[in-house]
């Protein structure tokens, strides 16, 4: 599958934080909620950065406190390395805590540049 326009929006922006020398866990951080979003708003149909409003967040936001825990990946083949069947954890509910977070990521990225 070819990649989004804001997939490559978002490698814009992770190399702009590596330039800044951001830690490597804040940068993994940002990687991961935002490749998420991208998987998801590919699926929805939405491919360009400059189609994402407020309300396109606002859905994201309900379908993160809806869904289960690693029942989304960005890369399918990490299922083969990473055995989420096998967590006791697996399906329930993502913490208002890890969605806070995401929200904050998300944000860094929207008023980034």
């Known amino acids: 599958m070819q990649p989004s326009e804001l997939y490559f929006h978002i490698e814009d922006y992770l190399l702009f934080c590596k330039s800044k020398n951001l830690a490597r866990k804040t940068i993994r951080s940002y990687e991961q909620t935002l490749k998420l979003f991208e998987r998801w708003a590919r699926d929805e149909g939405i491919d360009n950065v400059d189609k994402i409003t407020p309300t396109i967040i606002i859905k994201y936001i309900r379908f993160?406190?809806?869904?289960?825990?690693?029942?989304?990946?960005?890369?399918?083949?990490?299922?083969?390395?990473?055995?989420?069947?096998?967590?006791?954890?697996?399906?329930?509910?993502?913490?208002?805590?890890?969605?806070?977070?995401?929200?904050?990521?998300?944000?860094a990225f929207f008023t980034y540049g």
């Not at 960005?74 to 329930?92: A, H, M, Q, W």
């Open 64 to 107: 993160l406190q809806t869904r289960g825990k690693y029942e989304v990946v960005t890369n399918d083949n990490s299922r083969c390395y990473n055995y989420p069947e096998n967590r006791t954890d697996l399906g329930k509910p993502i913490t208002a805590t890890t969605v806070n977070n995401y929200i904050r990521n998300m944000k």
